[in-house]
């Protein structure tokens, strides 16, 4: 990753750089890379925090399905914002993404505490013992 300089030098301001650096190859991972998230392993529990930034609680789906938690965001790009001008540059990510983990076929969608916060979703994952797995797909209530 690349990080900002304290010092300036005009060839590595060019637009070639710009350019060759959101080529569309090295785009395809921003769904997942715009989905940070920190976890924190506590007694009973697991706590995911992830930043969501401009997303509302209504663009956010939390599910379990077979032992995995899946945490689902999507919204629409403004079309009022195309009419006014062109874009010289965009960065802000309009669109869908989605991130799993692996949390055993013993939690459900029930055992999991769910907030979204001033644009982070934050997560509680009780730690279980393995029980049989879970056929059918549950949906996590999200409060806030």
């Not at 965009?90 to 907030?115: H, L, P």
């Amino acid at each position: 990753m690349l990080l900002p300089s304290v010092f300036t030098n005009d060839f590595t301001n060019d637009d070639f750089f710009d350019d060759f650096f959101n080529a569309p190859a090295r785009r395809s991972y921003m769904p997942t890379a715009s989905m940070k998230c920190d976890v924190k392993e506590l007694d009973q529990s697991y706590q995911i925090d992830m930043q969501l930034p401009g997303y509302d609680k209504d663009d956010i789906e939390v599910s379990v399905d077979k032992g995995y938690l899946t945490v689902s965001a999507s919204h629409k790009e403004n079309k009022e914002d195309k009419e006014d001008g062109k874009y010289i540059r965009k960065e802000c990510f309009t669109g869908s993404c989605q991130r799993s983990f692996y949390v055993g076929d013993a939690v459900k969608g029930e055992d999991i505490g769910a907030a979204f916060t001033n644009g982070i979703l934050s997560l509680t994952v009780p730690k279980a013992e393995a029980l049989p797995q879970n056929e059918t797909k549950q949906l996590v209530h999200i409060e806030g």
